[in-house]
């Protein structure tokens, strides 16, 4: 069985021939986070502040510190507009 990652190359090169400018679009875009100030903001295994936000399905408060009491935590952040 072909490895994870020669998989990916392989649907890399399908998606480049298949869809050239929006391959070229997502180049830019990833080429202008890298160099906002918005990329020197966290890295992987960085610890994240103390924050509170809203929990997407209940609205509820929700701290980092009581959710980490449970065990690790992912954290993503989207930029885009929606």
Do not use: C
Request: no cysteine.
């Amino acid at each position: 069985m072909p490895s994870l990652e020669s998989q990916l190359a392989k649907m890399r090169e399908a998606s480049a021939k298949q869809f050239p400018p929006l391959i070229e679009l997502n180049r830019r875009m990833v080429a202008d986070l890298e160099s906002s100030v918005i990329a020197d903001a966290l890295d992987i295994g960085d610890e994240a502040p103390e924050f509170e936000l809203a929990d997407a399905a209940t609205d509820a408060k929700v701290k980092l510190s009581a959710i980490l009491a449970e065990g690790p935590v992912v954290l993503a952040f989207y930029r885009g507009h929606w």
